[in-house]
């Protein structure tokens, strides 16, 4: 009997185990869930329920008559051959780039790894503006040569390539950095030669990578925004943006409706596409410890290719960013810090604001500490609970996280307006609104950043935790936060940066008396004049000042700078 009942002991203990860990996990995902679903799902099922629905019912047939209308088609058009045109420019002029980084070891690698990583973290609005300085009316291009640029595809193109150049280097060079060298000499010792030796063992193996930095290069310019609402002029509109156009300026919800359900259809696919590149990267390699990959440029070639890589940054990065700091300078008086000065008087905008402009500083400041806090807190609960089995939901819920970055911001920002507005939830005057919406696109690079470290944590130390009687939550505190602080100062990092730079759906909520950054810029560009024209150039060179040293900060915070993952 004694017997007996011990088996029976036994056997129940994986059950309640499970059932243990099946709590455990619904519990960590209850508030990034209710989060989502209130402040995400909710808005953007609110725009498109109105832009298709009457008093007789749903209108679905509308969907078809939108799609149908020659200038929506040409939006479409646009947005997908100007997305896959980008993607393509990108992988061209960025993949020596990763090699280069991957592979060669040069004075100021470092610095050099975390200035091209800048534009990626800066606001779409100031990567307009850095390009519309350098190649629009009266840049840099235009004062030399008189060429033009802007209100052209080929601005768009270029601007893409400034934004995404990173996503291809550490994507794709942090794992050739880790792909072990020997295999393709073995190759070349069997007679084939160098190019062939790439194309058959290196190749397909950098294949996952290369195809997940692609499509996030293709997500980001699919969805793109503020690049083109400056860059494009009316000539050129991407979903996203005619998505605002329909919603702010023709107030024709039905059509912006069918236009998010397309994108966001779109986005869908496209993330589902990731997962599984990501999943193949994950499981297919075996890899080596970088510090073994990496040599000194010997011979012509190889300092050619460096040489080559070097200008390209220069060029393409460096330049862009240079001519905006100038422009910030050339003051009507001469060189100095009259566009500086006149951020502290608000009647210098012609009446662009209630307030000085150099309030938006501190707001947008005091928002992205808020919005830092809500996405470490909804995303550190998230990443918790996706470090734990749980099949097709537990992978549903990550693709869930992932929406944000993807869905029309501009919806999203709308959206707001329009279902936040009754008690108890009535917040279209409180200032939480900003960070609410900032948070959410904060939150997929805290899950991003996280995720990875948490699976590394060996779950034997939690078990042998929870056998000393410690609980779930001081488990947590006392095994895996230590562990993970240093990802968490990485995730606060690039949270607050992203925060920082939101525009889509700030846009639509930040109140007149209390704009953002980016908005600020948007509203000085969007009103002729030279005056406008410098403050827009000095807040920008303000917000990408702040945005280099939150970067400069996780750069020496990076417990693996060879890393592919942001």
């Not at 690698?109 to 606001?123: D, Y």
């Not at 190019?195 to 294949?207: I, K, Y």
Request: hydrophobic content about 55%; proline content about 5%.
């Amino acid at each position: 009997m004694v017997l007996a009942r011990r088996e029976v002991g036994r056997e129940s203990t994986p059950a309640k185990e499970g059932a243990r860990g099946t709590a455990v996990r619904l519990a960590l995902i209850a508030v990034p869930l209710a989060f989502f679903g209130l402040f995400f799902a909710y808005p953007v099922a609110a725009i498109v329920g109105r832009g298709i629905k009457t008093d007789e019912g749903w209108q679905f047939g509308r969907i078809g008559e939108v799609l149908a209308r020659p200038d929506i088609a040409e939006v479409l058009w646009f947005t997908t051959w100007q997305a896959f045109a980008s993607t393509a420019l990108t992988l061209l002029i960025a993949l020596p780039g990763a090699y280069v980084f991957a592979r060669f070891e040069f004075p100021g690698k470092e610095l050099l790894r975390a200035l091209v990583t800048v534009p990626f973290v800066l606001p779409t609005v100031v990567v307009g503006t850095a390009f519309l300085a350098l190649v629009g009316r009266g840049g840099l291009l235009d004062e030399l040569w008189g060429v033009r640029l802007d209100t052209t595809v080929w601005a768009i193109l270029l601007a893409h390539v400034f934004f995404n150049y990173a996503v291809v280097v550490r994507t794709v060079g942090g794992l050739w950095a880790q792909l072990d060298p020997r295999q393709e000499e073995a190759a070349r010792v069997l007679g084939a030669g160098r190019f062939a030796a790439w194309r058959r063992v290196t190749l397909p193996a950098l294949g996952p990578a290369v195809a997940a930095a692609s499509l996030m290069v293709f997500l980001f310019t699919f969805t793109s925004f503020g690049v083109v609402q400056i860059l494009g002029g009316p000539s050129y509109a991407t979903l996203e943006v005619e998505v605002y156009r329909q919603t702010a300026q023709l107030l024709d919800l039905s059509t912006a409706a069918v236009l998010t359900m397309v994108q966001f259809v779109a986005v869908g696919l496209i993330l589902a596409v990731h997962a599984w590149t990501v999943r193949r990267r994950e499981t297919a390699l075996r890899l080596v410890d970088p510090a073994r990959t990496a040599h000194q440029p010997s011979g012509p070639g190889q300092r050619a290719l460096l040489g080559g890589v070097l200008l390209t940054v220069a060029l393409l990065i460096v330049a862009p960013l240079a001519v905006l700091v100038e422009r910030s300078f050339d003051a009507p008086g001469g060189y100095g810090f009259g566009f500086y000065r006149a951020l502290q008087d608000a009647g210098a905008g012609g009446g662009t604001f209630l307030v000085p402009p150099l309030e938006a500083i501190w707001n947008s400041l005091q928002y992205a500490l808020a919005a830092t806090a809500i996405a470490l807190l909804i995303g550190g609960l998230a990443a918790a609970a996706l470090t734990r089995r749980g099949g097709r939901f537990v992978r549903g819920f990550d693709a869930l996280l992932m929406l944000p970055l993807g869905v029309s911001a501009v919806t999203v920002g709308f959206g707001f307006l329009i279902t936040l507005d009754e008690p108890p939830l009535d917040l279209r005057t409180s200032w939480i609104l900003v960070p609410l919406a900032q948070a959410l696109v904060g939150v997929p690079f805290v899950v991003r950043t996280m995720l990875p470290v948490l699976r590394a944590v060996d779950a034997r130390l939690r078990e042998a935790a929870a056998v000393l009687g410690a609980s779930p939550l001081r488990a947590w505190r006392e095994v895996d936060l230590p562990l993970v602080r240093r990802a968490l100062l990485i995730a606060a990092g690039f949270a607050f940066a992203v925060s920082l730079g939101e525009f889509g759906a700030t846009v639509f909520i930040a109140r007149p008396d209390r704009p953002t950054l980016p908005v600020a810029v948007a509203r000085l560009l969007g009103r002729a004049g030279e005056l406008n024209y410098g403050q827009a150039m000095a807040l920008s060179t303000i917000l990408m000042l702040v945005c280099a040293a939150s970067l400069l900060v996780l750069e020496r915070l990076r417990p693996d700078k060879t890393s592919g993952e942001f």
